[in-house]
């Protein structure tokens, strides 16, 4: 198989994904793995996952990173670009959505909004320090009440009187559940309740002060909580469309962004994920800024360094 291919990579808190694209844009292979806590090692997986789904004769010539860590995998890869999730999820979600004007997406620990007009964004907004308007509280949630997050949405579906919980923290709201459990609730009441005060809470936290119009697309993991969908499609009173392709749809950007910008003659090479990476944080003593600096290596050769704020 011919032709110019290029890789994008979302590296989030919880979860690491990654696309190859052909030269139109479409995914020929993909992967969705958990980050647990190094981003690094996940990457390698997934370089990994993603070389076992190419043909042999396939090269990659332009390389994206974006997510929380994609300062530390784009000096990893040798990224073409190296961008912010709201530029990443806006490229991504144009090319296959042109006529999208809100864009919600919620992950394990981070979600934003996106509100984009004839094609460019207009405004967007992330969420702060608080994880009720989260995956990661539904999955402790679920945890608490004997379920996997893949069983949520179905059991939220069944209910005809969800349970009405605090949506303003994730203490509040589990103290709740746990006080409604003990009364008596039904327990797809109690799953129900929980996928609302998910969708209020973000709606109030993230989305506050926007002006939601369609077509609205969600994304992001806890997209595929039909529960969640519900909720917020009662909230917002339209319908909101979930794709497939919605949780890569950050990889999705990246990709197409280096695609743009890459200027690399030789294909990217797959045994960088076999080298030996090793980080190094230190105080910065030179000022008074005492700055927190962290050094990034390959094989004992620095590759990139950041935390300065004085540019010593």
Same mark, same amino acid.
């Given at each position: ?5 290029? !890789? ?11 696309? &190859? ?21 996940? &990457? ?16 990659? @010539?332009?390389?994206?990173?974006? *997510? ?15 961008? $912010?999730?709201?530029?990443? @999820? ?6 296959? @959505? ?5 864009? !919600? ?13 004839? *094609? ?10 608080? +994880?009720? *308007? ?26 005809? +009187? ?16 746990? @006080? ?18 998910? +969708?209020?809470?973000?709606?109030? $936290? ?25 909720? !917020? ?20 950007? +990246? ?5 743009? =910008?890459?200027? =690399? ?37 620095? !590759? ?9």
């Amino acid at each position: 198989m011919g032709g110019q291919f290029s !890789l994008g990579i979302d590296i989030g808190s919880i979860s690491t994904k990654g696309v &190859v694209l052909d030269d139109t844009g479409e995914v020929i292979a993909s992967t969705y793995l958990m980050t647990e806590g190094n981003p690094l090692v996940s &990457v390698r997986r997934l370089l990994g996952d993603l070389r076992a789904e190419m043909a042999s004769d396939m090269e990659i @010539h332009a390389v994206g990173t974006t *997510g929380s860590a994609r300062r530390l995998i784009g000096a990893m890869v040798g990224a073409d670009a190296v961008k $912010n999730e709201i530029t990443a @999820h806006a490229v991504g979600t144009l090319s296959r @959505h042109p006529e999208v004007r809100t864009i !919600l997406e919620i992950g394990g620990q981070d979600a934003k909004i996106i509100l984009i007009r004839e *094609g460019v964004v207009t405004d967007y907004a992330m969420n702060t320090l608080c +994880a009720a *308007g989260t995956g990661a509280f539904l999955s402790s949630q679920a945890g608490r009440l004997g379920l996997t997050v893949e069983e949520m949405g179905e059991i939220a579906l069944r209910s005809k +009187a969800p349970s009405r919980l605090a949506a303003r923290c994730t203490v509040f709201a589990e103290s709740d559940l746990i @006080h409604k459990a003990q009364m008596g609730h039904k327990r797809e009441d109690l799953v129900a309740g929980l996928c609302g005060a998910v +969708a209020a809470n973000y709606l109030g $936290n993230v989305g506050k002060g926007k002006k939601i119009t369609s077509p609205v697309i969600f994304q992001g993991g806890v997209s595929l909580n039909a529960g969640v969908v519900r909720a !917020l499609e009662r909230e917002l009173g339209c319908e909101i469309l979930v794709e497939a392709e919605g949780p890569l749809m950050g990889a999705i950007g +990246a990709a197409l962004l280096a695609r743009d =910008r890459a200027q =690399r003659e030789e294909a990217f090479c797959f045994d960088l994920a076999d080298c030996d990476y090793q980080t190094r944080a230190e105080i910065c003593g030179s000022c008074g800024n005492q700055c927190e600096v962290v050094s990034f290596y390959r094989d004992g050769d620095l !590759l990139d360094a950041w935390g300065t704020r004085c540019g010593k």
